[in-house]
């Protein structure tokens, strides 16, 4: 299924995540309620845009702060969301399991650049060679996610029933999507508007406009001197290979050869990515908002994508 030209909103509308806080500090995994649920004198179709809309920040929230599971974290949130069945669902949440002990180097790797930047926010200075190292550091170990996953992504492959696996492949290309709508490098222009990341603490820190537009121009200017910019093509032909493999009745995850560096560089350019923005955010704040936004990175650094039920 094809959707480059889907908007953030009508995507995260479709996936349906089925985990509780995939935003880290929120519980909107839930599909948009039904006609029905909401009774007599709803606007349903006002109703699902509002949700859509919810769901979309949370989601993009969610991709923005997580990149150390690459692909492989797409297929563990998406696993169960796929319509199993009773009989199937034991096997599922063992194979769920398998693959979060598998990420955990990385997620522990990302966890450290979490409460790093935690702390330098709240100390008003980021300590930028220390973040920089383990940027470095979640890339490799990113890049070893798709080697120690494959057995369970095909264990997930040989439980799954073919219509189950192509709602899955969908579903992981929706994730593609939508993390690369929140981390793509045309998104920096944007992250002031309705969605953005500085239209996000803009509202949780309560940032005056003077803030908001040093904060604007500053990322900008970071973004615009970056080296290395992402280039999606990579993970669009993997993508692209996995989906025509994943739907095939005899699938191996291992003969995915561009897994690993495809996932080491999501992880290298989300992170450096989010590592920017908060040195930028940083110098503007008041000790007091800082405080607040050191407390939300850590949330997240606590956060474990995919375990929620």
Known sequence: MNRSLWSAGALAGWITIGVAGVGCASSTGAPPATGAEQGEGASPAGTVAQEDDETSADLKLHHRHHHHGGFAMFILMAADTVGVTP??????????????????????????????????????????????????????????????????????HAVLRPEQRAALVDKVEAHWMLWKNANGDEATEHEHEEGGRIAHIQKELGLSQDQVDKIRAGYTAQMASLQ???????????????????????????????????????????????????????????????????????????????QEK
């Open 87 to 156: 009989e199937q669902q034991a096997a599922v949440d063992k194979i769920k399991a398998d693959l979060h002990a598998k990420m955990g180097p990385a997620h522990e790797a990302e966890k450290a650049l979490l409460n790093t930047l935690a702390d330098g926010v709240a100390a008003g200075t980021i300590d930028k060679a220390k973040v920089d190292a383990e940027v470095a550091q979640m890339a490799v170990v990113a890049g070893q996610v798709h080697a120690a996953t494959a057995d369970a992504v095909n264990q997930l």
């Open 228 to 306: 290395g910019k992402f280039d999606p093509a990579e993970a669009d032909a993997h993508m692209k290979a996995f989906g025509s493999a994943f739907v095939a009745d005899q699938f191996d995850a291992k003969a995915l050869t561009m897994a690993d560096a495809t996932n080491a560089h999501m992880a290298t350019w989300g992170a450096t990515r989010m590592v920017r923005f908060y040195e930028t955010v940083t110098p503007t704040l008041t000790p007091e908002q800082r405080t607040k936004l050191a407390d939300m990175i850590r949330q997240h650094a606590t956060h474990q994508p995919g």
